[in-house]
């Protein structure tokens, strides 16, 4: 065992190595190295003398978001209660650090056994919550050596991770240190089951529970009704370069385009208005006067915290990444009933196989394949029938936040 976790120390070490030579040169490494520097005394800073209540830990910004509804469950449950929230990415942290849920931000320090006991000696939680995929052994070793509560919410396995070879049997122990393992789906279970976890349950993915909030919460947005001049649309969120290329050799099949990109950096959006040429105006420029934009057909969105909003504009959604490492979020276009489009790189993700199987979803790899969905979608009422799938999906799949907090309050966690 101690030779093992000697090799995961060593790549640890090596990992961290690699971080700190690539922020000589690459931003997000940088602030990955910056955000650590200090770590000790900053946590002892922002925690009060008797620890917190509740730590979640989030890799990035799409565990946040897996999170998040647990999160603000808990703090309408317990308002008094001390709740921090680390990231492992700085693409979490940069952009919830200011989160006004829990009372402190900040990253996770590096993996190892003197790092784990003084960040909990530290912090000294009541109860902590994993979210998905983390699984710091020294950090859940000293969890369990000091007998605090651990959860591991939204999660997913699958046959080829560690804890199911041969090799890997020490960090299969691991998972017996969850009090609880609340897993997305049954092969999940199945997984956990046959290999001696018996502390675990189907609850689902709270991202259905968070995208049902952010549509209830979606305000009608003055400027995009004036461009759009009731015409019908297509919203493309978290779009990139080979995403935006193939849009713009169908974008003349619709009246009117919501441009969305993951990153809004201004190469990036300078590209995208070149590609798609005089027929773009940004949203910083229509949003004061939309009256005089209204013959332009693509409008680009350069800023953070509107997509989830804007998909309640659209006839249909093309979701970006599949292009790339994978699609991003296509549940918070389907809620609002409608249908969603991506590339080809969806199948990693269980809602994208669901929704192409019940007809609610569609994947293309070419350009003509986007067109000859865009035909089939023009016709109502097989839009209409695949946005009811979408939505009816999201419903049906909703509930998880409920069964975790469930159980948090019948294990009284939270009581003392």
Same mark, same amino acid.
């Given at each position: 065992?101690?030779?093992?976790?000697?090799?995961?120390?060593?790549?640890?070490?090596?990992?961290?190595?690699?971080?700190?030579?690539?922020?000589?040169?690459?931003?997000?490494?940088?602030?990955?190295?910056?955000?650590?520097?200090?770590?000790?005394?900053?946590?002892?800073?922002?925690?009060?003398?008797?620890?917190?209540?509740?730590?979640?830990?989030?890799?990035?910004?799409?565990?946040?978001?897996?999170?998040?509804?647990?999160?603000?469950?808990?703090?309408?449950?317990?308002?008094?209660?001390?709740?921090?929230?680390?990231?492992?990415?700085?693409?979490?942290?940069?952009?919830?650090?200011?989160?006004?849920?829990?009372?402190?931000?900040?990253?996770?320090?590096?993996?190892?056994?003197?790092?784990?006991?003084?960040?909990?000696?530290?912090?000294?939680?009541?109860?902590?919550?994993?979210?998905?995929?983390?699984?710091?052994?020294?950090?859940?070793?000293?969890?369990?050596?000091?007998?605090?509560?651990?959860?591991?919410?939204?999660?997913?396995?699958?046959?080829?991770?560690?804890?199911?070879?041969?090799?890997?049997?020490?960090?299969?122990?691991?998972?017996?240190?969850?009090?609880?393992? $609340?897993? =997305?789906? @049954?092969?999940?279970?199945?997984?956990?089951?046959?290999?001696?976890?018996? +502390?675990? &349950? %189907?609850? #689902?993915?709270?991202?259905?529970?968070?995208?049902?909030?952010?549509?209830?919460?979606?305000?009608?947005?003055?400027?995009?009704?004036? $461009?759009? =001049?009731? @015409?019908?649309?297509?919203?493309?969120?978290?779009?990139?370069?080979?995403? +935006?290329? &193939? %849009?713009? #050799?169908?974008?003349?099949?619709?009246?009117?385009?919501?441009?969305?990109?993951?990153?809004?950096?201004?190469?990036?959006?300078?590209?995208?208005?070149?590609?798609?040429?005089?027929?773009?105006?940004?949203?910083?420029?229509?949003?004061?006067?939309?009256?005089?934009?209204?013959?332009?057909?693509?409008?680009?969105?350069?800023?953070?915290?509107?997509?989830?909003?804007?998909?309640?504009?659209?006839?249909?959604?093309?979701?970006?990444?599949?292009?790339?490492?994978?699609?991003?979020?296509?549940?918070?276009?389907?809620?609002?009933?409608?249908?969603?489009?991506?590339?080809?790189?969806?199948?990693?993700?269980?809602?994208?196989?669901?929704?192409?199987?019940?007809?609610?979803?569609?994947?293309?790899?070419?350009?003509?394949?986007?067109?000859?969905?865009?035909?089939?979608?023009?016709?109502?009422?097989?839009?209409?029938?695949?946005?009811?799938?979408?939505?009816?999906?999201?419903?049906?799949?909703?509930?998880?936040?409920?069964?975790?907090?469930?159980?948090?309050?019948?294990?009284?966690?939270?009581?003392?």
């Amino acid at each position: 065992m101690e030779l093992t976790f000697l090799v995961y120390d060593v790549i640890i070490q090596v990992y961290a190595m690699l971080i700190r030579v690539s922020s000589l040169f690459n931003p997000k490494a940088r602030l990955w190295v910056n955000g650590r520097k200090g770590w000790r005394q900053s946590l002892k800073n922002k925690v009060p003398a008797g620890g917190v209540d509740i730590w979640m830990h989030c890799a990035s910004l799409g565990e946040f978001e897996q999170g998040r509804p647990v999160l603000e469950a808990l703090r309408s449950l317990y308002p008094e209660k001390c709740i921090l929230l680390t990231f492992f990415s700085p693409s979490g942290y940069t952009v919830r650090k200011d989160y006004p849920i829990v009372n402190h931000v900040c990253y996770l320090p590096l993996d190892s056994r003197k790092n784990a006991r003084i960040f909990l000696q530290t912090i000294k939680p009541k109860l902590v919550i994993f979210v998905k995929y983390e699984f710091w052994f020294h950090f859940i070793r000293e969890i369990s050596k000091q007998q605090i509560p651990l959860l591991l919410i939204s999660a997913l396995f699958r046959p080829g991770q560690l804890f199911f070879r041969s090799y890997g049997k020490v960090f299969k122990q691991s998972l017996l240190s969850y009090n609880r393992i $609340f897993v =997305q789906d @049954k092969n999940s279970l199945d997984l956990l089951k046959n290999t001696g976890i018996e +502390e675990c &349950v %189907i609850a #689902g993915d709270t991202r259905f529970d968070r995208v049902l909030t952010v549509m209830e919460q979606s305000k009608e947005i003055r400027a995009i009704d004036t $461009f759009l =001049q009731g @015409k019908s649309a297509w919203v493309a969120g978290s779009t990139w370069p080979p995403d +935006e290329q &193939v %849009i713009r #050799g169908c974008s003349d099949l619709i009246s009117k385009w919501i441009i969305a990109p993951h990153e809004i950096k201004e190469d990036h959006l300078l590209y995208i208005e070149k590609l798609f040429g005089e027929k773009t105006v940004r949203y910083s420029i229509l949003k004061d006067a939309p009256e005089k934009f209204t013959d332009k057909t693509i409008l680009l969105i350069d800023n953070v915290g509107m997509l989830s909003s804007l998909y309640r504009y659209g006839q249909a959604a093309y979701i970006g990444g599949g292009f790339g490492s994978g699609i991003h979020n296509i549940l918070e276009a389907g809620v609002y009933g409608i249908p969603v489009v991506f590339g080809p790189k969806f199948q990693k993700f269980k809602e994208a196989k669901d929704l192409i199987y019940l007809q609610g979803a569609f994947s293309i790899t070419l350009e003509n394949e986007l067109k000859d969905v865009i035909v089939r979608l023009g016709n109502d009422l097989f839009s209409k029938s695949a946005g009811d799938i979408c939505a009816h999906y999201v419903h049906e799949h909703a509930g998880a936040t409920e069964k975790i907090i469930r159980f948090i309050q019948e294990k009284r966690f939270l009581t003392n």
